[in-house]
């Protein structure tokens, strides 16, 4: 590369490219961000099309290849291209809600094991199911999603937006109704 060679300029010219182009991806989604925390500092409900713009599933291909197989990318993948936009909004703004439920349930101290909190974790888990292309998922995968859940900060951050405790709350609730499946 120090020689100049052709080849080299080339590839550094396609690299330059491509990390223009995941600017322009991270800056959507840092005005995505930006416009959800302005929306709920006024006690607004923010729109899913904001709070997506700037979101490429792609980005974790590799991950999700290594964790759970190319057969779950290649599904997840496949469901998400066939996906119109008003569906995606749709699915977004549905996690939105839970979301929500779980705030005010949080809010208003109820318990991750009484009745509120599982039946918003039955929505979840229903949820879920639509993302895995209607496959519902057994108690042991509810279990390690609710856990990655506290564990990942990239999940915890859905969860800790109104509560700093929040994603332990959801993990709780998840844990509760996948042991009352078995």
Not at 55 to 80: I, L
Request: charged letters at 30%; proline letters at 2%.
């Amino acid at each position: 590369m120090l020689a100049g060679d052709a080849e080299d300029v080339e590839a550094l010219e396609r690299h330059v490219a491509q990390l223009r182009r995941e600017r322009r991806r991270l800056d959507a989604q840092i005005a995505s961000v930006t416009t959800t925390i302005d929306a709920l500092s006024r006690g607004e409900v923010p729109m899913a099309e904001q709070m997506f713009e700037g979101f490429d599933h792609s980005r974790y291909e590799q991950e999700v290849r290594e964790r759970w197989g190319d057969a779950a990318w290649q599904r997840g993948d496949d469901w998400w291209k066939r996906l119109g936009e008003d569906e995606r909004r749709q699915f977004g703004e549905q996690h939105l809600r839970i979301q929500d439920d779980y705030d005010a349930a949080i809010a208003a101290g109820e318990s991750a094991a009484g009745e509120t909190a599982q039946r918003i974790a039955a929505r979840h888990v229903d949820w879920i199911a639509i993302g895995w292309q209607g496959r519902r998922p057994e108690a042991g995968a509810i279990r390690s999603l609710a856990d990655m859940y506290v564990a990942d900060p990239r999940f915890a951050a859905n969860y800790t937006r109104a509560h700093a405790h929040g994603a332990e709350f959801v993990r709780d609730a998840l844990h509760v109704y996948a042991d009352g499946l078995g």
